[in-house]
Structure formats: C-alpha cells, structure tokens
C-alpha cells in the first residue's frame, strides 16, 4: 500500500485530505491524537527547514498551497483535541506534556506563554510577511511587463533561443503567480492565529461549564483540569503554527541568490571583520564596567574577536589567490604571442578589444558568458541572413580605457563603447514616467536613451518599468547589429566559394550551368553584397543561383541582376517587415519626383554614381526625413515604395543621411501583402 501511495503522489494527496476531513467530523482515539500532533510538530519543523536551504522563493512554488493544507489540517487537531478534553477531561500524552512539563504545572505560566506566543506570531511575524507579501506581489506585477520586453530584447538580438524564451516568459509567469498566491496564504496564518485564541477561549469557559455542571467538580478544580489541558492544547497547536510563520516570511523575505540562506549569511556576515572586532572590543569594555557581568560580556567578546581574525585572514587569503589568477592568466597570454614572424600578418575579420575592467566579461571562470552569447549570435546570423560569421577574436587592450571596448573590422575600428560591468543599462520603453538615478547614456547599437544603474537600484528600476539589460547583453546586441550593418564586408570570395560548394550538394544543376559560364565568383559575389548591404537575407541561395542563370546572359550589370533577384525574392523580403495583420506600411515617392531621378539617370554616362547634385541629394533626403515621421512615431520601419527603375539609385541618395532606410520596389510586394501609405515624398 505504502508503495502504491508512493508510485502515485495525487492518490497520496487525495487520502491526506480525506483524513483531514474526517478528523474534523469523527471521533478519534487519544493515542490517534498523540500520532496526529506529532506529525503536525515534524512537518512543521520540515517545511522549516527546507525553506532555508532555498535559493530562489519560486522552487518552492507549492507553498501558498501547502500553507492552506497545513493550517486545515492544525484546526481539525484543534477540534478533534477540543472534542476529546471537553468530552473526557483528557486530551491524550502529548497535550498533557505540554500542559505540566511546558508550564511547570502553572495554569498561570501557561497561559502568559500561550498569550505571548499568539502575541509574536500575530503582531510580529505574521504581520510582516502579510506586508512583505503584499509589496512583493504588487512590484513583481508591475515589473512583469518590463521583464517580459527584456527577454524579447534578448530573443530579437539573438542572445537567447526561442526555447530560452518561453522557458523565462514562463519563470516571469510562475514568479507573479507565487507572489500573488503568496499575498492572499499569509491571510491563511493569521487567521489561523485568531482561530486559536478564540478556540482556547471556548475550550476555557466550556470546561469549567462541563466540569462543574456535569462532572460535579468544584470550580477550582475544574479551572485546573480543563484549563491545563486547554493550554497544553493551545501550546501544541501553536508551536507548529508559529514555526510555520516563520518559514512563510522566511520564504517571501529570501531574495534570488546563488546559494542557500545559512551559506549566505556566514559569507555576508564575514564579509565586514572590522565591524566584529569593534563589536568585540565595546562588549570587552563592557566587561571591565563595574556592576556589568564580567563573564558572559568576555565569553561573547572573545567569540566575536575570533570571529574578526578569522574573517580578516578569509579576505587575505582570497585576495592573495585573486592576485595568483591574475598574474597566471597575464602569463598564459604572453606565451600566446605569436612565435613566428608571419603570423603577425595576419588580419582578423572580426575583433572585439576589451579594457582590463571587462576581460571578466569574456572568462567563464569568473562567470563570463560572452563567448556564449557570441557563439549565439553566430548561430542566428547562419539561420536568419545565411552565412556563416567568421571567428570573433576576443583580446584585451590596455590602451582602451578600464571599461571600454573596440569591435574592429580587418584591424579598422568600427564602434566603441563603455560598459560598467557592476551596473545595468535601463532603458525607457516609453511608459515610464519616473526618472532614475545614474550614469545618462546612449544606447549603443540603435542610439537609445538610457541609464547605467547599479545594482542596488536594479528591482526599482524594473519596478518602474525600465527594461533592464545586462553589460554583457549590451555588447553582444551591439556586435549583432554591427555584424547587420557590415555583413557585406564579411562575405569574402572563400566564403562565396564555400556557399556554392554547399549549394551544389542538393542543387547541382544551376550551379554547373551558373558558375562559371555565365557568373564568376567575383561577379556573385558582388551580388550577394548588394542583397546584404540592404539586409535581405542570402539563405535562399539556389533561387537566387536561379534568377542569376536567368537574367545573366542578358546583363552582366551586377546592380541590374541585383533588382531582379529583389524581384524573386519578395516574399522573403516583405515578411521581414508587415504586421501580425500583414499589413506594410509606407511613403511613396512622387511621380515626378520619381521622373527627376529617371532622367538624370539616363544622362549618366555610369551608373555607379548619384544621379543628382550633392545640394539636391541634401534637399532630398530631408524631405524623405520629414515624411518618414509618421512611420517612425507609429514604431514602424522606416520603408519608402518606389518604382523598380528608381529604388536602387534613391536609395544611394537617402542612405547617407538615412543609413537605415528600407527602399522597396513595387515588384518587391509581395501579393498578400496589404499596404497602407502614411505619406509622400514631395519633390
């Protein structure tokens, strides 16, 4: 049976509150109670326990729920312990120990320890995790909405996996859940607590009605039999009742740590050894004051004194192994310098540069996890643009400020930023209304407002509604969005090469009819630049091998052969951009606007060049600028419709002053895409 019951927690459950339910309603044996009460003390004294050793209060997710159980099932004691003393003037061994060996036989004792412990548990513990139970779950609600944007920032930059992300929505989830079940069990304890008094108040009248009514005992003798039973009954009840409180604001009061509440205690309360040892010198001052007790001031001076030496010695000896770590990984890379000449000819295609204050950013020894979140980020480049990112090298720059880093491009510095690795980069989604303490920033990868907060300031930051990103997620967006920007730049020709032999492996055919007898790998290579340049991904490599075979015989013009893989490839392209109802929305261009360009192209003996003058290249793109306003308030792409002649050549007039401009084509649309125009530009 055992077993059974074991192999299949819900019937175990099941038959525990059935239990419970019947001792509320049958009688039962006093040697049943004794059992009864026993178990109530050691779950206590367990669930206690266990809420020590927690890390984080969301492990132990069951608790508003166990908490309910436990204070139903201590009140069916209490009625069945109730029945059995006004019944029977005997309430079983373990009452009767609490009552005389607790109290030492004196009702009076008794009930000053019953209205103390009612009074701790009642006015001190319960009403504060009843307090701390109610901020907690109203900040953990309203700092929801700003955790949920964090991860999917993470997830938009790549940071995290889609699996990641569901698996954080859901801990956010479980976190409100358990702060709100939490807010409304405490409730459960201080009822259970007035439940108690007004229990042992009954029990009190009562039995000396019984007593001396039914039993013909005198009153005095009545008071000393009922009442020593009803405070033994009150104290075994409310022991566990009290140990239980305790582990309830024990478990709203714990905050997410790495280790458990007594590891974290012995390492916070070490942490400071000055403040022991001048709390053992002012206890020994104490010591040597005339009338004060000499022995207990020495013994606990003493203590504290060892306490601080050993503290001091902890500190010394974790600094000095610091130290060693440091000098060894200074010597690990020294011996990394190149032992052959040639070797320093070599150029990296990707570089990130750290200041010494970061390299700790880039070390999973101490807790680094850049190189995870590279390795990340390569891996959504590969899926979502298709190529593969070269290897990122990671060096330290003791020319760089402490806290700043350089991403470089072939050894050419494309960005620079300065993280604060002990704080968080805060960010206004836009509802915030509340401004916060920090270092003022901008937001290196989209050049947002934001605010560098520490630590102690991150869960108010997030309460008010900040999205909360961490230093290294700050530069792994940042890389992302440089390796968008500069992904052209790092397709090389070995990587062309490389694509092709890939492709040929499920598409044979247009690649020996492509390459080479109507494309070199230089001519598509320029191609794939051209797509990547303007962020259309090269994924779909065989229809675009496709289109090449097609038009290349007409045109060797890698911009031309360019619009007509745009063409192919227009639904890949609008669903980068149209809205959960597949809508688009755009600026068109003006007719004549659109025949300004047309003719000044055709007078162009080139077409790599502007076809307009600089002073009317400035003149429009501030009115493309201007128009784009509407887009950009409605957090929209910044997308102008052209005709397929113009796109290219108005985008090479815009995209210096508007690097981030989409430029579509009419052609580019995809025909289940809806489009909606919020302006023009006018010529």
């Not at 050793?53 to 099932?73: A, C, D, G, I, Q």
């Not at 020593?228 to 104290?235: A, C, E, H, W």
């Not at 003493?302 to 610091?322: F, H, N, P, S």
């Not at 009317?616 to 950009?632: F, G, K, N, V, Y």
Request: glycine share 6%; aromatic share 6%.
């Amino acid at each position: 049976m055992g077993g059974s019951l074991t192999a299949n927690p819900d019937v175990a459950l099941s038959v525990c509150v059935i239990g419970i339910l019947l001792v509320l309603i049958l009688p039962i044996a006093p040697w049943a109670i004794d059992v009864l009460l026993t178990i109530n003390i050691s779950v206590s004294v367990v669930v206690l326990l266990a809420t020590i050793y927690l890390k984080r209060p969301v492990e132990f997710n069951v608790f508003p729920s166990l908490l309910l159980m436990l204070t139903l099932y201590r009140l069916s004691l209490n009625v069945a312990t109730t029945r059995i003393i006004l019944a029977d003037a005997y309430g079983g061994t373990v009452v009767a120990a609490f009552g005389s060996f607790v109290t030492k036989g004196n009702i009076f004792v008794g009930i000053v320890i019953f209205v103390i412990l009612v009074v701790i548990q009642f006015v001190v513990v319960t009403k504060g995790a009843t307090r701390i139970s109610e901020v907690a779950a109203r900040f953990t609600l309203d700092a929801m909405p700003g955790k949920q944007m964090g991860v999917d920032s993470d997830l938009n930059a790549g940071l995290i996996t889609e699996q990641q992300a569901r698996a954080r929505r859901r801990a956010i989830e479980q976190e409100a859940d358990f702060y709100g079940a939490m807010d409304g069990a405490t409730k459960f304890v201080r009822g259970d607590a007035i439940a108690g008094i007004v229990i042992t108040l009954v029990n009190i009248v009562m039995g000396l009605i019984i007593g001396v009514s039914m039993h013909g005992m005198t009153l005095s003798q009545a008071a000393a039999v009922y009442t020593q039973l009803t405070i033994g009954d009150g104290l075994v009840s409310q022991v566990p009742s009290l140990i239980i409180s305790v582990a309830a604001a024990l478990v709203v009061t714990r905050s997410v740590s790495e280790d458990d509440l007594g590891s974290d205690l012995s390492v916070q309360a070490l942490k400071y050894p000055r403040a022991l040892g001048v709390a053992a010198a002012m206890l020994l001052l104490f010591a040597v004051v005339p009338g004060m007790p000499t022995l207990p001031f020495i013994i606990v001076s003493i203590a504290l004194g060892v306490m601080a030496y050993t503290a001091t010695q902890l500190q010394t000896r974790r600094a000095a192994e610091a130290e060693s770590e440091e000098a060894a990984a200074e010597e690990a890379r020294r011996e990394e310098t190149p032992e052959r000449t040639e070797d320093l000819l070599d150029v990296d295609p990707l570089k990130i540069e750290l200041g010494y204050g970061l390299i700790a950013l880039a070390d999973p020894s101490q807790g680094g996890d850049l190189l995870t979140r590279i390795q990340i980020i390569r891996q959504q480049i590969a899926t979502r643009m298709g190529f593969i990112v070269p290897v990122i090298r990671i060096v330290d720059n003791m020319r760089l400020g402490p806290n700043e880093y350089a991403v470089k491009l072939r050894e050419s510095t494309i960005a620079n930023y300065t993280l604060y690795p002990d704080h968080f980069l805060a960010m206004n989604p836009g509802l915030v209304e509340e401004e916060i303490q920090g270092i003022p920033t901008q937001e290196p990868a989209f050049g947002l407002q934001a605010v560098w907060v520490s630590k102690e300031n991150r869960d108010r930051a997030e309460r008010l509604g900040y999205t909360i990103v961490e230093p290294t997620a700050v530069l792994a967006t940042h890389l992302t969005e440089l390796i968008y920007a500069h992904a052209d730049e790092l397709v090389t020709r070995e990587d062309v090469q490389t694509l092709v032999t890939h492709l040929k492996e499920t598409a044979p055919t247009v690649v020996d009819e492509l390459l080479p007898k109507i494309l070199t790998h230089g001519e598509l290579q320029k191609v794939l630049h051209n797509l990547l340049r303007e962020r259309v991904a090269i994924r779909n490599l065989e229809t675009i091998a496709e289109v090449l075979s097609d038009y290349g015989p007409r045109t060797k013009d890698t911009d031309i052969l360019t619009e007509y893989v745009r063409h192919a490839l227009a639904r890949e392209i609008c669903a980068g951009y149209v809205d959960e109802d597949g809508k688009l929305s755009v600026i068109s261009l003006a007719p004549e606007l659109e025949q300004e360009i047309l003719d000044a192209v055709n007078q162009m003996d080139a077409g790599d060049f502007i076809p307009v003058s600089p002073e009317r290249a400035d003149a429009i793109s501030e009115s493309t600028a201007t128009a784009l306003q509407p887009l950009l308030a409605a957090g929209q792409d910044p997308i102008v419709l052209t005709s397929a002649p113009v796109r290219r050549y108005f985008r090479r007039i815009v995209e210096r002053r508007i690097p981030k401009i989409v430029v579509l084509s009419y052609n580019e649309i995809d025909p289940a895409v809806t489009l909606e125009s919020l302006g023009q530009v006018s010529a």
